[in-house]
């Protein structure tokens, strides 16, 4: 059975279609879909949708994008939602200064408050990243000291010294379709030197759709096709590359009742 560890079916370009996409997954023995939440405001929509999917989970976040949507957040904006069952981690949020950069010092206000929210509530966090390594590394590092906490580092296509800082530092790495693109040699020898016990899959649908789907709009059911690519990489077979990284999702996101 495989897990899609991120994705987005409770956003618009689903609207139509959003059950189809679900049994879809199902058809290709997607067994947990992690529905994961941008904007805190979403979320509790995203709840109900879990609530009536069995092995549908979300989160709550606020994504680097849309930082300045919410000057004043803090750790306790998620007191009352982190106690519903289906919400299993913090995130997505994070650094991205490819097109926010001048919102960098919110960026990194509302990040600090997220690690808070992990720290305090005891869930995995959900690092997106890009363009930020420096920063990442030193807030998540300053952080960690203070009081460790567990997370990923989701979509990742950054660098080796990222996934080394993250792994020493128990983060879990999470692959997405952009492995499977001709010119991520690179990243797959990124994905090499990370222990299968901290390897994920995710589509980060409805972005990024592997080979052979790219250009298409994502769906959970195309986390096989990554998973294809991401067990050659590892010397395994896609069935034991989908025990492993579902294994890991459950380890990771263990508020999840299996």
């Not at 549908?56 to 930082?67: F, M, Q």
């Not at 750790?75 to 991205?96: M, N, Q, R, T």
């Not at 797959?188 to 649908?205: C, G, K, Q, W, Y």
């Amino acid at each position: 059975m495989f897990c899609d560890s991120h994705c987005h079916i409770n956003s618009a370009d689903f609207a139509t279609d959003r059950e189809d996409v679900v049994q879809r997954a199902r058809e290709m023995k997607v067994e947990y879909i992690l529905d994961v939440s941008d904007d805190i405001a979403d979320t509790p929509k995203i709840i109900e949708f879990c609530r009536n999917h069995p092995k549908i989970y979300t989160t709550v976040g606020i994504h680097p994008e849309i930082a300045d949507k919410y000057p004043d957040f803090c750790v306790a904006d998620f007191a009352e939602i982190v106690k519903s069952p289906y919400v299993v981690g913090i995130g997505e949020c994070g650094l991205d200064y490819y097109y926010s950069s001048n919102t960098k010092d919110r960026q990194i206000n509302i990040l600090k408050e997220h690690i808070k929210a992990s720290q305090e509530y005891d869930l995995p966090l959900i690092i997106h990243n890009r363009d930020s390594d420096a920063d990442m590394m030193q807030i998540l590092s300053e952080a960690y000291k203070m009081k460790p906490f567990r997370g990923e580092l989701h979509c990742f296509s950054s660098s080796a010294e990222l996934c080394n800082f993250a792994l020493q530092i128990g983060f879990y790495i999470s692959a997405s379709g952009i492995i499977t693109f001709k010119k991520s040699e690179e990243l797959r020898n990124v994905f090499a030197t990370v222990p299968i016990d901290r390897l994920l899959i995710e589509t980060d649908s409805p972005f990024l759709a592997p080979i052979p789907h790219r250009g298409e709009r994502n769906e959970p059911a195309f986390v096989v096709n990554t998973a294809q690519v991401l067990a050659e990489v590892k010397g395994l077979s896609v069935d034991e590359l989908a025990t492993v990284t579902t294994t890991n999702f459950l380890n990771l996101f263990n508020k999840i009742k299996k």
